[in-house]
């Protein structure tokens, strides 16, 4: 059995999610044909989502580990609630992690416990650092315990562009 965690972006451009999930799926594959595969995603928009249905696509099983109790409310946008829910639903098992409430400390500590749970982490990531750490944090938590990082960043692939304040 493999077992592949998700860190990555949640801003995502749509116009590369295609080139996305044909890289994930390459890499997905490859573990699927070995053995079991075993995706292990906090079930965030953007990359963690995409991530979590193509290990599901390719006959692998998904564990959801969240951050709080009111993850879903607090930190899923409504029009991402819909596939949180679809695939939270297909999970094989969801770890909740012991925090009151969603904040920066909580997703920290649901990524840790993710890289100390899997063979791998998949990083969507452009090699900048995000708007709210983590991404970076988590790739760096992960080659710090010797976890092989997968990044995944095709040339196409962009983000969102943030709007400019109108000064």
Known sequence: MTRVGIVGHSDLAPTCVSVLRTALRRLLVTHARVGRLVGVSCLAPGADQLFAREV?????????ILPAPDYRTRQIDPDCAPEFDRL?????SVRVMEFERCCTQARMAASTALVSSVDMVAAIWDGRSCSDVLTGDVIATARGRGVPVAVIWPATAQRTPVAEPAW
Do not use: K, W
């Open 56 to 64: 599901l696509d390719v006959g692998g099983h998904l564990e959801a």
């Open 88 to 92: 939270l639903g297909e999970a094989r």
